[in-house]
């Protein structure tokens, strides 16, 4: 008898996104470029409908959408981002906004210990890049939160992905 496989694939995690994409060759070659992501495995060579990513030790899967399982690309929306953590968000901003991405936040450090920017990817998915500058604790973090709240410190209106993308 066949020994049966694990539930979870090797160099998975529980949970693995899937981004629905307009055009999944060059989603591969933005998500190369700009996040030095190398594709494990793709359904054709030429005219890929499915591929899977590792982005540092992440795995992604990108596809043109599963319509009889309700996920496909809709342009203006994206209803899951990824907040990915990266060795130098400034490198990492600049680095995918050459590749074609979209500015939403620019680098600025976060109240809960870490510099972030956000951006908006060519096919409409919202990608926040962080690093971790400092270890805080859930009270200290909530701490933070609350003087921010207290000082009456606005951000700047958030960009909508509609406005970028469609």
Not at 50 to 69: D, E, N, Y
Not at 141 to 162: F, G, M, N, W, Y
Request: proline content about 8%; glycine content about 6%.
């Amino acid at each position: 008898m066949p020994k049966k496989p694990a539930v979870t694939p090797r160099g998975y995690r529980t949970s693995t996104a899937a981004l629905a994409v307009s055009d999944v060759p060059a989603a591969l070659a933005f998500y190369q470029t700009a996040f030095d992501a190398t594709v494990q495995a793709r359904d054709t060579e030429d005219a890929p409908c499915f591929a899977v990513v590792k982005i540092g030790t992440s795995m992604l899967f990108v596809t043109a959408g599963w319509p009889g399982h309700g996920h496909q690309p809709t342009p203006g929306a994206a209803s899951v981002a990824q907040h990915m953590y990266v060795a130098d968000v400034d490198a990492a901003f600049a680095t995918a906004i050459d590749a074609g991405a979209q500015a939403l936040a620019a680098p600025s450090l976060a109240y809960w210990g870490e510099r972030c920017a956000t951006i908006c990817d060519p096919f409409g998915h919202v990608w926040t890049l962080a690093t971790r500058i400092e270890a805080l604790g859930p009270d200290e973090i909530a701490a933070r939160a609350k003087a921010l709240r207290d000082t009456a410190e606005t951000a700047p209106a958030p960009v909508e992905v509609a406005d970028v993308v469609g």
